[in-house]
Every structure is written in structure tokens, then in C-alpha cells.
């Protein structure tokens, strides 16, 4: 069975750094694209960043770009989204999810599995 579990969200100030971490289990997932999305209260899931096996390629959302930074351990399954300079409007559920191949996308029903997202919460 398929599992992922964010770990490392919580409450920071603006200007601040988090650095989430989601690990997979269930199965090798070193030929899987490996993404981020948040949701915030009231708004719909959106993509945030994403990385292809075995890390060649990344794409970011225009909000987050230049502030946050993706990457992967295929060794360990996990992927990791390190957030700096952190603002009120990143506060949000930021939840891991996966697909198979090499190809990036940004949209949400191209993502075979979901994990059930960490809080991050940006106090101004």
C-alpha cells in the first residue's frame, strides 16, 4: 500500500524558513515525478512545485519561485520543499503527491497518490 507523510510544517514568522519533508513507502518510487500543492482556507488546491526522476527536471509556481526550493533523495524515497522568506499568504495545508514518469505538470488529477498534508501557518 501506497503511503506518503509530510512532516516539518508549523508556525513561523514572516521572513522565516520551514523545510517540509514527505516520505513514500509501498513501493521504489525512483521513476516517479514527486510534487508539492498547498490549500488555503476558502481556496481551491494549488500547485506549488514539482520534481522529476531522478531530479532533472523542476518546475515552480510563479508565487513561490526564487523563495522555494525542491528537491529529492531517491536513496530514501523522500522529497523536500525548503521555504524561505516565508509570507502571510503561504500560510496553507501543503500536501505531497506523486506520479509516475518523467514528466512535470502542475495540474492535480495528472497525481496518482496524495498524502494527507502538513500545516503551515505564517503569522504576520
Known amino acids: 500500500q501506497v503511503q506518503l507523510v509530510e512532516s516539518g510544517g508549523g508556525l513561523v514568522q514572516a521572513g522565516g524558513s520551514l523545510r517540509l519533508a514527505c516520505a513514500a513507502s509501498g513501493r521504489s518510487f525512483s521513476t516517479y515525478s514527486m510534487g508539492w500543492f498547498r490549500q488555503a482556507p476558502g481556496k481551491e488546491r494549488e500547485f506549488v512545485a514539482v520534481?522529476?526522476?531522478?531530479?532533472?527536471?523542476?518546475m515552480y509556481a510563479h508565487s513561490v519561485q526564487g523563495r522555494f526550493t525542491i528537491s529529492r533523495d531517491n536513496a530514501k524515497d523522500t522529497v523536500y520543499l525548503q521555504m524561505n522568506s516565508l509570507k502571510p499568504e503561504d500560510t496553507a495545508v501543503y500536501y505531497c503527491a506523486i506520479r509516475p514518469g518523467r514528466i512535470v505538470t502542475a495540474q492535480a488529477e495528472e497525481y496518482d497518490y496524495w498524502g494527507q498534508g502538513t500545516q503551515v501557518t505564517v503569522s504576520s
Open positions: 520534481i522529476s526522476w531522478p531530479g532533472g527536471g523542476i
